[in-house]
């Protein structure tokens, strides 16, 4: 038998009034403590869970009884996961929340360290303009707002818009680096035409000579229309993964990689009665539903899903996806991270 490292020594009282006496130097033993520092493998602090939407929905929209966008900053209910509570958590690494603006209102210009994700839930007429420049919210979309662009959000239309908001706010909180400032004036001014980012980087070429960022995709807007559209094309090629359907990520065309540094997101298509192999991965998943119904069983607990539903399936739990209708279903994660920094593994089947 190998040694385990999962052991702890015993506490003897003469080392407990060892640990006591070495306390006030502010040291403490590592051989207390080495197991859970070094554990076998990952240990989340978060649980698997899901926020069905028809059971929110209400609460949320009370919310614009209680304050306006404008006074709130982000009028946003916070996702905490179950297991994290007042942490502005919903796993380790990551935040997620839901956005409500209303017909008219404003979330007033601001810019931030965190990079942050909005993929549109429900309603259509609102926008987020990215230094000026707008982005018209369909449902479905996804909108980028990269670290330290400026950006405010609006409503030209006349039904309630609520997204889900993603970033890496546990994350950057955690290294340290939180910078975040209002816009000095009153609004932002108008930058380009709304779909300029599109044209410019969305069709496959890129402005000659022109000099592409490359910590985040240069386009900002992902329209759902074209991201399905070419799910539907794909889940005919009977090229489908055990695990995820057709999955694909969003990417920068600059890069080929993720869109942001620390955020990967995806789309994939589950066809009905899809019943997938056991996947895990280091990086923890957040997901929108954002067509069909099923189920998705991470370890011990099943999360049934359908429309505008939001859950999560933290890091390193074993689970499956399994759906009773064709669905699509939008994910981010903290897998770029772990990959640039040599720490992503996945497995897949129960081995
Ligand atoms: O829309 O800029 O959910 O700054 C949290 C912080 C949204 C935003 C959030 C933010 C935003």
Redesign the pocket.
Known sequence: MSRALDAKPETTNARADYYGRIDKFHMAPLWEVLHKLLSHEPVTQASPHVWHYDKLRGHLLESADQISAAEA??R?L?LENPTMRGESRITEAL???L?LIMPGEI?PA?R?S?S?L?FIVEGTGAY?AINGEKAYMERGDLIL?PSWVW?D?GHHGDVPVVWL?G?D?PLVRYLGPVF?EPYPAESFPPGHEAGDNIARYGVNMLPFGAQVPSQHSPIFHYRYAETRSALERLARSRDQDACHGVKMEYVSPATGGPVMATISTYMQRLPKGFHGATYQSTAAWVYNVVEGHGKTIVGDTVLTWGPRDVFVVPAWCHHHHKADSDSYLFSFSDLPIQKKLGLYRERRGDA
């Open positions: 900053e982000r946003v916070v935040y997620a929340g956005q979330a601001h931030h965190p942050a909005r987020t707002t950006h959000h908001d970033l706010i975040a």
